[in-house]
């Protein structure tokens, strides 16, 4: 006997509605005990999972799964046996994902999957033996499958005489007598069947959607069309409404991309680049002061600031990014801008000067278009432009990307010679040396764009007792290895340095060092013992968004720290004016760094957060700007969040434009082309 058969209302009956209804309302508990789960892991400051809450993801697993009730009754176990599993290794993946990134994964995200080999080691590290709760209830669906299998294959070994008389029923379909009755017994049960699912659809509908669409006109007005954060709709719609809009905003923005803008926007948008045009020149006297110089920027993995100039046991963390700083320019108060394309979006926004998108990579989604990149401007004045990362050059789809970006040749980990494995491929000191000697073989004046690996997560090198750094209390740690790989960083730059100035390549090169992104770390507590002083959220939140900038001419020229704010937007505006190329020409959403503090600068951030050097703000869950929290930089402390109201608004202007400029392909129409 089955395990379905005996779980009904006698030998030989089929699951009914009643049994059906009983699994359902199984699945849809221990579905929403998962959401809870996931919730909790997150641990989101100002978004809470609340009643409505509860509803809105209840509502949204009812509509995904109502067409249950539709199949034949030996169907409906199967499809929520499968739903289950679905759904958990969707959870799962978004709660590991959020770990490492902060974000949920995004139909962009999912189509870049083929980078999910290469984390190996990171997705490891972000694992936790709590985690396995999501999968308890696989073991026993897994046995109540096994039982219902075994039951039916003895079901069919029996002899005829002693199988269940349901068997006659079923033959008795085919009499002429009773062919009527059955066929209106079978109608009323699919009429009955799809009632149930239309009924479900309608209900699991209604207490999704209205709770949603109150949301979005009241507390939380435009914040689905702003999209600045997707844990601010995360906190409106839930996790399934949260992907079943980013899968429509993809659908849309693929067939939007081909329509041209309206002119009025294209208008609006033209001149915001127009009235931007002198923040992006820079002094005057600063144009074309290093005309025909080699510019070589590194981008460093996951090089974050609060630990450089530090010590550790009485030794210096970035001894020689510390030396570096006595003759260059220092910016202290500089940020990532990233989102969820990290690596590559930092990338973007020192060589593009524009924002990432709300989802996804600009690599992945929109390597066709076409962009004024540093490599591209500077081979117009006659440079060579070339890119080096020792790793594969089909992630982050780079090898395809760089060349619209204008590169050359993209140097990538089959140029190189593994002779230092370490982390995810080459250590960083034999790549930058590696990298110095293709340089030397390449015609002057050039652009070398380069980004490092070893300082990647999980940050667990197996250095060698020289390249070691004494990290006492925090030996053992994951904030102590990430310490030991910067440090290591540190020592490859500084080899790199040395090797630039033995081969006479220095004395005319423009050196550029910066970090990409934060270690993605929670690690408040052992910064906070790092520092010497308690660290408060809004301390940690500012130190995680915050990350190096060096910039070396070959003079040792404008030497200094610098306080003003900026971002990794402001580098390629910054850089072009001192190679004689006005960067007022070009549609770039960044600042030069040059112009001093009188001018005032406004960095923004892809969560909506922004700064000005006095104030610092940081967006609610919600959207809604008086949610928001400001914060004087002086005093640190909260301050009237309507100081901010100017800033917000260009911040969002901001976002909206480069999301436009990027989606919508618009610099060849922004230039008349």
């Known amino acids: 006997m089955s395990f379905f058969n005996q779980a009904s209302h006698g030998p030989g009956r089929k699951p009914g509605l009643l049994f059906t209804s009983v699994l359902y309302v199984l699945f849809l508990c221990l579905m929403l005990g998962k959401l809870r789960l996931l919730h909790g892991n997150l641990q989101l400051p100002y978004i809470t999972m609340n009643g409505v809450d509860t509803l809105v993801a209840a509502g949204s697993l009812v509509a995904l799964s109502f067409w249950v009730f539709w199949l034949p009754p030996r169907g409906r176990f199967p499809a929520l046996a499968l739903l289950d599993l679905l759904l958990t290794a969707l959870i799962f993946a978004d709660l590991v994902y959020f770990r490492y990134f902060g974000d949920f994964l995004t139909v962009p995200v999912l189509l870049q999957a083929g980078q999910v080999d290469s984390l190996g080691g990171s997705i490891a590290e972000l694992l936790r033996w709590r985690d396995l709760w999501l999968f308890a209830d696989w073991p026993p669906m897994l046995a109540a499958a096994l039982w219902s299998l075994a039951g039916r294959r003895k079901k069919r070994w029996l002899p005829a005489a002693d199988r269940p008389a349901a068997g006659s029923a079923e033959r008795s379909f085919f009499s002429p007598a009773k062919d009527g009755a059955v066929r209106h017994g079978r109608a009323r049960r699919l009429t009955l069947r799809f009632a149930a699912g239309l009924l479900l659809l309608a209900i699991g509908f209604s207490a999704a959607f209205f709770p949603i669409r109150h949301a979005s006109q009241t507390w939380a007005k435009n914040l689905l069309e702003n999209n600045w954060w997707n844990m601010s709709v995360y906190n409106v719609t839930g996790l399934l409404g949260f992907h079943a809009i980013d899968a429509y905003r993809y659908a849309q923005t693929t067939i939007e991309k081909g329509r041209e803008l309206p002119e009025d926007r294209l208008s609006e948008i033209r001149g915001w680049f127009e009235d931007n045009r002198e923040a992006r020149m820079g002094p005057p006297e600063l144009l074309g002061k290093y005309e025909g110089s080699n510019v070589i920027t590194v981008q460093g993995e996951a090089f974050m600031n609060f630990f450089v100039g530090k010590e550790l046991n009485g030794r210096p963390i970035t001894p020689n990014l510390d030396k570096l700083r006595e003759d260059s320019l220092y910016f202290g108060n500089f940020y990532h801008q990233t989102g969820q394309g990290r690596t590559s979006d930092a990338d973007l926004g020192a060589n593009a000067s524009l924002h990432p998108l709300p989802s996804g990579s600009v690599f992945i ?182 990350v190096p900038l060096l910039i070396h001419l070959p003079d040792g020229g404008l030497a200094g720290t610098y306080d003003e704010p900026g971002g990794q937007l402001d580098i390629m505006p910054t850089l072009l004016p001192l190679l004689g190329i006005d960067s007022g020409d070009y549609d770039l959403m960044g600042s030069n760094l040059l112009n001093g503090a009188d001018r005032g600068r406004l960095v923004v951030l892809r969560s909506g957060a922004f700064t000005d050097g006095k104030i610092y703000y940081a967006p609610s869950a919600d959207g809604v700007f008086e949610n928001g929290v400001c914060y004087d930089l002086k005093t640190r402390q909260k301050t009237d969040v309507e100081r901010a109201r100017a800033g917000y608004e260009e911040a969002a202007k901001r976002l909206s434009i480069s999301d436009d400029v990027i989606t919508r392909d618009l610099l060849p129409p922004l230039k008349g082309k």
Not at 411 to 425: F, N, R, T, V
Not at 449 to 476: C, Q, R
Not at 481 to 505: F, I, P
């Open 365 to 546: 989604r929109y390597a066709d278009n076409a962009f004024d990149t540093m490599a591209s401007v500077l081979k117009e004045r006659g440079y060579a432009a070339n890119v080096y990362h020792a790793y594969d050059g089909s992630f982050w789809n780079r090898s395809r990307m760089y060349k619209e970006m204008g590169y050359d040749r993209f140097y990538d980990e089959q140029d190189y010679e593994i002779d230092e494995p370490l982390g995810w491929s080459l250590g960083d000191r034999s790549f930058l040396d590696q990298s110095v000697g293709f340089m030397e073989e390449t015609p002057e004046p050039f652009y070398s764009f380069l980004i490092t690996l070893s300082s990647h997560h999980p940050y667990n090198l197996a250095l060698k007792d020289e390249d070691k750094l004494d990290v006492g209390e925090f030996e053992g740690t994951t904030f102590g290895d990430y310490l030991q790989s910067v440090h290591y960083l540190d020592s490859a730059l500084g080899g790199m340095v040395e090797r630039l100035k033995r081969d006479g390549l220095w004395e005319n090169t423009i050196f550029v060092f910066y970090g990409d992104h934060d270690y993605s770390l929670d690690e408040r507590e052992a910064a906070g013992r790092l520092l010497g002083r308690e660290l408060s959220a809004f301390d940690y939140e500012q130190m995680m968004a915050q």
